[in-house]
């Protein structure tokens, strides 16, 4: 018989082990308290390297095909807000694939940022025969860029299982990316303007969020 770790860092993924890492810096009690009154929030420093002057945005798969997956989800989005704390100077927005308008939450920061994220994730779990749209929540975010006239470099981390099972046809998602990427060609956008990191939960839909990696820009000859 297999026995489990006690404790969820003790998991063989690399997140764990992050978290474990990310939870050995932060200050604790009083001197905490004390810094957080004359230091700004701390930056990853490696992650600084790479992610400069950006808008930062989780967007979160809450339909019906995650609700198995959910926990996970719940783990991995405080990890991944705790890695960017202090990248993106106005806050990282965390947007919703269902029900966003009551969900979506703007410019987070610090400890009272993790707060809300966490209450959010928790109200917002997925819930039955709400499936994910996917094309729609690409095209919405893809048109606010548009509106700002594609004033500031953003990257989306898309946290997903990839079934989409309210994307119809399903390479809808596809197109509403190329199309994008060809406005930002137009526009003259300098490289990496806007990225795009999908971040997989399961195996079913594995190859293709594979090929939106890996095959999308050079079958579309976009960047």
């Given at each position: 018989?297999v026995?489990?770790?006690?404790?969820?860092?003790?998991?063989p993924?690399?997140?764990?082990?992050?978290r474990?890492?990310?939870g050995t810096?932060?200050?604790?009690?009083?001197?905490a308290?004390?810094?957080?009154?004359?230091?700004?929030?701390?930056?990853?420093?490696?992650?600084?390297?790479?992610?400069?002057?950006?808008?930062?945005?989780?967007?979160?798969?809450n339909?019906?095909?995650?609700?198995?997956?959910?926990?996970?989800?719940?783990?991995?989005?405080?990890?991944?807000?705790?890695k960017?704390a202090g990248?993106?100077?106005d806050?990282?927005?965390?947007?919703?694939?269902i029900?966003?308008?009551?969900?979506?939450?703007?410019?987070?920061?610090?400890?009272?940022?993790?707060?809300t994220?966490r209450?959010?994730?928790m109200?917002?779990?997925?819930?039955?025969?709400k499936?994910?749209?996917?094309?729609k929540?690409l095209?919405?975010?893809?048109?606010?860029?548009?509106?700002d006239?594609?004033?500031?470099?953003?990257?989306?981390?898309?946290?997903?299982?990839g079934?989409w099972e309210?994307?119809?046809?399903?390479?809808?998602?596809?197109?509403?990316?190329?199309?994008?990427?060809?406005d930002?060609?137009?526009?003259?956008?300098p490289d990496?303007?806007?990225?795009?990191?999908?971040?997989?939960f399961?195996v079913?839909?594995?190859?293709?969020?594979k090929?939106?990696?890996?095959e999308?820009?050079?079958?579309?000859?976009?960047?």
């Amino acid at each position: 018989m297999v026995s489990l770790p006690e404790h969820v860092f003790e998991l063989p993924w690399e997140i764990c082990q992050v978290r474990r890492d990310i939870g050995t810096k932060i200050p604790q009690g009083l001197r905490a308290t004390i810094k957080g009154f004359f230091k700004k929030e701390p930056k990853d420093e490696h992650l600084e390297a790479f992610i400069q002057k950006r808008d930062l945005v989780l967007v979160i798969d809450n339909g019906t095909s995650m609700q198995g997956f959910w926990p996970i989800v719940t783990f991995v989005a405080i990890t991944l807000a705790m890695k960017i704390a202090g990248l993106d100077e106005d806050g990282y927005d965390v947007r919703f694939t269902i029900n966003g308008a009551k969900y979506d939450k703007f410019g987070l920061k610090g400890k009272g940022g993790l707060e809300t994220l966490r209450k959010i994730l928790m109200a917002a779990q997925p819930q039955s025969s709400k499936p994910t749209d996917m094309s729609k929540v690409l095209d919405d975010l893809f048109r606010e860029h548009r509106r700002d006239r594609y004033r500031k470099a953003t990257t989306l981390l898309v946290l997903t299982d990839g079934a989409w099972e309210g994307t119809i046809p399903v390479d809808n998602a596809d197109n509403k990316i190329v199309e994008f990427a060809r406005d930002l060609g137009k526009v003259k956008a300098p490289d990496r303007h806007y990225t795009i990191g999908f971040i997989r939960f399961g195996v079913g839909f594995r190859d293709r969020l594979k090929a939106l990696d890996d095959e999308l820009s050079e079958k579309h000859e976009i960047r």
